[in-house]
């Protein structure tokens, strides 16, 4: 079993920035590839990004290209979200997840461990 716990969330402006990590525990966390995924209330979960076992390769959706970045560091079992120029559309519940197979999936239900989610609110 792998868990997964996400920080780094809390209230920003419209325009700022956050950055989100999750560190991972209980396998080897360089034999998954990760993905960040967002719920806001009412609608359905939404794919952010994903990343590669060895960091090589990322996915993002077309939403937050340009404005966010995901990277990980497998001597810490830690992924990272960097989060800038955000909106009030932003504003959802972000999990991270892991995939025990070697691609930058879209699909949530790729996705075998999940993390509790931390809230992310972007407003005035």
Do not use: H
């Amino acid at each position: 079993q792998m868990q997964l716990v996400e920080s780094g969330g809390g209230l920003v402006q419209p325009g700022g920035s956050l950055r989100l990590s999750c560190a991972a525990s209980g396998r080897t966390f360089s034999s998954y590839s990760m993905g960040w995924f967002r719920q806001a209330p009412g609608k359905e979960r939404e794919f952010v990004g994903a990343i590669s076992k060895s960091g090589a390769r990322t996915n993002y959706a077309y939403s937050v290209k340009g404005r966010f970045t995901i990277s990980r560091d497998n001597a810490k079992n830690t992924v990272y979200l960097q989060m800038n120029s955000l909106k009030p559309e932003d504003t959802a519940v972000y999990y991270c997840a892991a995939d025990t197979l070697d691609r930058v999936s879209s699909s949530w239900t790729r996705f075998d461990y999940w993390g509790q989610g931390t809230q992310v609110t972007v407003s005035l």
